[in-house]
């Protein structure tokens, strides 16, 4: 019977440690029970409160228009999470904590304060542009951080980054806007039904093309501001307390600005909501897109650097930091592994894939002094997690390591070689190309000269 290699020393990490009784409040099943009785009763009182102001067929209506971009939004998220794909019930959270308790305490807290003001100004007017440039600003993106920042305390180990905190704050929220664009559109098609306008120049058709075709994108946009803040606290360590600190606010007040000015262009007069959108909205977000790709590809290189030292002490092949590093040969070994062993042996492969990617994050945290107590259980757990999916993971790498590695050119001999053949290579090349083997270029593994110890901080 096979047995593990041993595990390698971390740097500068300390042993785990020991576990406290947990109270009975902090068992999962009395805060699975707590948070799930929370969001159903927030789900049925904003249907209620919905379904009230639109009646049931434009509330009806709404439903069917506002769920058009929830797939694309979400997977477009979900594509970003693909190098650490996070569990789906963090998703499902987020979700459900935008859609059905952010968007009841919005609906409540906005038309409370819009109401006091109103009474105590006695101007209804300016008390609804500053409800919504103000007051709803500020409510809706602190609820919707809510949803953040309870995953960033009580999922610590699935919020390692940037990235992380980009789409918990973008699927929260995609839900909130999914419950809101029920209500916009549903209370549109009320007042078609009144007065009897219908096709392109209904209210129902340009709340939809607003809301829906031109900036589906918007809530997401504010909200991620708020969860980059989070990325960069938890790339700190915790002794960093001002850094763990600044960075959420810095970017909840960025997200209420912003959001602040997207709600305040409608009062800039005739061409003041496209001047905003296409001078500030869209340019923010051509850049936020960039950030994320950008560190995307930062996180597949942390891959490709850590991951060497676990082939040093024997628990990874060669080949495989160059084929967990890229994005294009995951997706090889997946269909390799769906097509040699079926449906069970690609979620192994794509499950081996999430483990190698938090191990190698785990360790860079660690080489750079911001690993928890834990570090050491930890590592320990993701790397028995891949030793038990080795036998169909391993494989199915090193096929898609050969599939994508590069072509180099080969360097002729200067002599004549004995029984050489200069035809076709068997790698898709053809004379003056050759594979190069594991662990040579251009996969450049520095194996030999590794040292785990040279980094230690």
């Known amino acids: 019977m096979a047995t593990s290699p041993p595990c390698p020393t971390p740097p500068g990490a300390a042993p785990g440690g020991v576990p406290r009784h947990a109270h009975w409040w902090q068992r999962p099943w009395v805060r699975y029970g707590a948070l799930i009785t929370l969001l159903a009763l927030s789900g049925l009182v904003i ?171 918007a809530h997401p946009l504010f909200t991620v501001l708020t969860g980059i803040g989070f990325g960069v606290a938890a790339l700190s360590a915790d002794r960093q307390r001002v850094r763990r600190v600044l960075p959420p606010l810095g970017g909840l007040l960025l997200a209420m600005g912003v959001h602040a000015l997207w709600n305040g262009s409608s009062t800039l007069g005739q061409y003041g909501f496209l001047a905003v959108y296409a001078v500030f909205m869209v340019p923010v977000f051509g850049l936020l897109t960039w950030l994320v790709v950008w560190t995307r590809q930062r996180e597949l290189r942390t891959v490709r650097e850590e991951l060497p030292a ?23 070994a997946r269909r390799y592994a769906r097509r040699c062993g079926g449906r069970a042996a690609a979620r192994s492969v794509a499950a081996y894939e999430a483990y190698a990617t938090s191990l190698a994050f785990l360790r860079h945290r660690g080489r750079l002094g911001r690993a928890g107590p834990d570090f050491v ?67 450049g593994y520095p194996y030999g000269t590794y040292d785990p110890n040279a980094h230690r901080p």
């Open 47 to 217: 249907l209620a409160l919905v379904r009230e102001q639109t009646g049931t067929r434009g509330f009806l209506v709404g439903l069917g228009l506002a769920v058009l971009p929830v797939p694309l939004l979400v997977a477009a998220f979900r594509w970003l999470d693909r190098v650490e794909p996070g569990p789906w019930r963090n998703l499902l959270f987020s979700f459900a904590w935008g859609a059905c308790a952010a968007a009841l305490m919005a609906i409540v807290a906005n038309s409370f304060a819009t109401r006091w003001i109103a009474t105590a100004t006695a101007d209804p007017t300016g008390a609804d542009t500053l409800g919504s440039t103000v007051i709803a600003p500020v409510v809706e993106e602190s609820a919707k951080a809510a949803a953040v920042l309870l995953v960033f305390l009580f999922r610590r180990r699935d919020f390692t980054g940037i990235l992380d905190g980009v789409v918990i704050a973008g699927v929260t929220a995609t839900g909130f806007a999914f419950t809101e664009n029920i209500l916009y559109l549903g209370t549109a098609f009320g007042t078609d039904q009144l007065t009897g306008e219908s096709g392109i120049a209904s209210v129902t058709a340009a709340t939809f093309f607003v809301r829906i075709v031109m900036s589906p994108f």
């Open 377 to 443: 259980t930890r590592e320990r757990e993701l790397l028995l997690e891949l030793w038990h999916r080795r036998a169909a993971a391993r494989p199915a790498l090193e096929h898609a390591a050969r599939a994508t590695a590069p072509r180099v050119p080969a360097t002729a001999a200067p002599w004549a070689v004995y029984g050489g053949y200069s035809g076709y290579d068997g790698y898709g090349g053809y004379s003056g190309y050759e594979h190069p083997p594991y662990g040579q270029p251009p996969y």
């Open 310 to 332: 676990y082939v040093a002490a024997g628990w990874l092949d060669a080949a495989e930091p160059f084929a967990l590093g890229s994005m294009r040969a995951r997706r090889v």
